[in-house]
């Protein structure tokens, strides 16, 4: 989503990084490209103004001016103030003996997902989540919502009645009943904002009386996503915003504006169209991405939730044995399957940006490779010195590949558990290792001069 920002941000700030010095006018420079940068990416205007005030003010300042880094230092202003635009820290739900959680919206916005992936998040920390059919006015809303539950075992309250209010009150008194501590409550959107639908909206608050009020919007229509938040607080006065489509091709704008217009934080972000894809929203992560800075909180966490941990304990057992069969390959694929996209997850790592540019990572050449690893028996995958050419010409076949593909694989591997040998005895590979180092040494402390060198050293004295 802020591909093209984060481009832009980088390329004005990257001068400043190298500078030892700055001038007023270098300054200048750089906050008038991440003025234009800003305006490009749909923020408010008027939000566009303060921070570029702020973050300049902050980099004439004497602490900057005066600092021995001083480009890394508005580096740090922007970041700062970045997340203080999207809201400091993050903001969680807000939990009772009996959650009750409301979510409006306008239709389109991703309303009826959303209540799913929340019941899912809440499930997994360790609620018993229902979800009541609130929505009357969309036919396939119910549906859509019981199809949904069904998926995750979710119960789903609906009623037949064509009142929101009498459907909410039956959901909640049969959801207490189950024995449930949580509950999310699907409420009607409309293609635009209209006094039916606040009144309604109002009517289903009162009778409802939630712990949280959740707003979701559609980040793809950038500040008319602002325009609606504004409409939305003044009649219902919503508590957070749940950010969807964050992983699409939206400029940034609703995310970067909402927060410093409305005063209402965002408090999780859809990522992508699995049910599991919604995450807690942290300003600072955010903040650290847009710069190109990498996201390791997020990366671990997603990394801890997709590995079991006695599979994790195996794996690291394994690894540190300097092992790395196919079977070990298929473990690591599936896991980083559950993690989500891999160019998203190579987003995450610190300096990938500059390491991998604007490299399209090709999922589908990932699925190739565990095609050919799925051709190989047992036998082949955990004792892959035994695969010869006749194997790899099966294997090929089997795949729909080509021999020299099934030869680079095999070779691949082959290089990944020599890698993994070499940090298993406590040396750096050479290509992990730092500018200079070669084989776990570092030349300019290991190499002894030629007797030759002694020579005309003992000559000179």
């Known amino acids: 989503m802020f591909d093209s920002l984060s481009d832009r941000l980088q390329g004005a700030l990257g001068d400043l990084r190298k500078k030892g010095r700055l001038d007023e006018e270098s300054i200048s420079r750089a906050m008038r490209e991440i003025r234009l940068a800003l305006l490009e990416a749909d923020v408010n205007l008027t939000v566009v103004r303060d921070f570029v005030a702020r973050v300049r003010e902050r980099a004439l300042g004497e602490e900057v001016l005066k600092s021995l880094t001083p480009g890394q230092q508005v580096v740090k202003a922007v970041h700062d103030e970045l997340t203080e635009l999207m809201g400091s820290g993050a903001s969680g739900l807000a939990y009772g003996k009996f959650t009750v959680v409301l979510l409006a919206g306008l239709q389109g916005s991703g309303k009826t997902t959303t209540a799913a992936k929340l019941a899912l998040y809440l499930r997994k ?8 059919a609130a929505d009357l006015q969309r036919p396939a809303a119910i549906d859509q919502l019981e199809q949904l539950g069904a998926q995750l075992s979710i119960p789903v309250y609906r009623t037949d009645t064509k009142d929101a209010v009498e459907a909410t009150r039956s959901g909640l008194e049969r959801a207490r009943a189950d024995g449930l501590d949580a509950v999310i409550v699907d409420t009607a959107g409309r293609l635009q904002i209209d006094e039916e639908l606040m009144e309604e909206l109002e009517r289903v608050r009162d009778e409802s009386k939630p712990h949280d009020v959740l707003l979701v919007l559609d980040s793809m229509t950038g500040q008319e996503a602002v325009a609606v938040a504004q409409a939305f607080d003044a009649r219902v006065a919503f508590d957070g915003v749940i950010l969807t489509k964050l992983d699409g091709d939206a400029r940034g704008g609703a995310a970067l504006s909402v927060k410093a217009v409305t005063g209402k934080p965002i408090k999780f972000a859809a990522t992508g169209e699995k049910l599991d894809a919604l995450e807690v929203f942290h300003p600072d992560r955010m903040a650290s991405r847009i710069l190109g800075m990498g996201d390791v909180l997020t990366l671990i966490e997603r ?23 196919f079977d070990d390959f298929l473990r690591a694929y599936k896991m980083l399957r559950r993690m989500g996209p891999l160019g998203g997850i190579l987003k995450l790592i610190p300096g990938m940006k500059e390491q991998i540019g604007d490299v399209d990572v090709d999922e589908r050449q990932m699925k190739r490779v565990e095609a050919i690893v799925l051709s190989m ?37 082959k290089q990944m558990e020599k890698m993994m040998k070499q940090m298993g005895r406590g040396k750096m590979p050479g290509a992990l290792a730092p500018p200079g180092a070669a084989s776990g040494t570092t030349r300019s402390a290991t190499r002894k001069p030629s007797s030759k060198r002694k020579k005309r050293k003992s000559g000179r004295r």
Do not use: Y
């Open 377 to 413: 028996t047992p036998h082949e995958r955990s004792t892959p010195h035994v695969i010869d050419g006749k194997r790899r010409q099966r294997i090929a076949r089997g795949s729909g590949t080509q021999v020299e593909q099934v030869n680079q694989l095999l070779e691949a591997r």
């Open 125 to 132: 920390e360790g609620h018993k989540p229902g979800l009541i």
């Open 303 to 325: 990394a801890e939730a997709a590995v079991a941990d006695d599979e994790q304990a195996e794996m690291e057992k394994r690894l540190r044995q300097g092992q790395f069969t």
